[in-house]
């Protein structure tokens, strides 16, 4: 018997906690997930995938950027409120002249106060999760 067989037989129970978040992200993906936190969870998912720039840039072409700035001002902290406002700014800044160096490295440490930060959007997302039946 091989080592993938050993693993194929050990099945792995998953807690109802996991189960909650797991059925979550099923909901955010079926575009079922409730507001604010399905923008919450794009919010953090694009940033995950390529910073602030690739959030305002996928919003932006795919649905109402403003509107969802706003439904996440809902729910963000203030230091996280601010931080997605110096964001946008920077990526404007940025669109009139992708060469303001200034700018890109707002970006960046919008980027960085994010991820020391996204404890607080894991918790709210968490406590989400814990409310869906499953």
């Known amino acids: 018997m091989g080592l ?5 037989k050990k099945e792995v129970e998953l ?3 996991e189960l909650q978040w797991n059925k979550m992200w099923d909901l955010w993906t079926e575009e ?15 940033i995950n ?6 959030y305002f840039l996928n919003v932006e072409n795919t649905g109402d ?5 706003s439904v996440l001002e809902q729910i963000l902290s203030a230091k996280l409120k601010e931080n997605l406002r110096k964001a946008y700014q ?14 890109e490295e707002m970006l ?5 106060i994010f991820w020391e930060n996204e404890e607080e959007i894991n918790q709210a997302l968490e406590e989400y999760a814990s409310r869906i039946q499953l």
């Open 4 to 8: 993938f067989d050993i693993f194929k």
């Open 15 to 17: 807690t109802k906690e």
């Open 90 to 103: 920077a990526y404007l800044t940025l669109e009139e002249n992708e060469d303001d160096e200034d700018a």
């Open 65 to 69: 950027l403003e509107k969802e700035m």
């Open 49 to 54: 995938n390529g910073g602030h720039d690739q």
């Open 108 to 112: 960046e440490q919008c980027d960085d």
């Open 32 to 46: 079922k997930a409730d507001s604010p936190y399905a923008e919450l969870m794009t919010y953090q998912s694009e």
